[in-house]
């Protein structure tokens, strides 16, 4: 139903690709407007409005692949801790459609 779309950054003009994936998240959640910012410029625009501050993140292991990533949070060991690609395979499990 979805295919990749190629926007242009309102910010710094580089081009980017709105996924098939996000553009069914976008929907799911009743956004009406695609994205004008690319990952990065949205990324400098969440740390503008924290005061500038970078969120703190912490290093971890994914229980799925295994691969090394970080985390907003500091895993206890108490539950499982999955990188990105991981945690969305896992959250489409448990999405009620």
């Known amino acids: 139903m979805f295919q990749d779309k190629t926007l242009q950054c309102r910010d710094c003009g580089a081009e980017f690709v709105f996924t098939a994936g996000e553009q069914e998240f976008y929907q799911e959640k009743g956004f009406q407007n695609e994205p004008a910012r690319c990952p990065a410029c949205r990324a400098a625009k969440k740390a503008q409005r924290r005061g500038g501050v970078p969120r703190q993140m912490y290093p971890a292991v994914c229980a799925a692949c295994g691969c090394e990533t970080e985390v907003p949070f500091e895993p ?19 999405v009620v459609r």
Request: with cysteine.
């Open 76 to 94: 206890n060991g108490s539950r499982p801790v999955y990188c990105r690609d991981c945690f969305q395979s896992q959250r489409q499990k448990y």
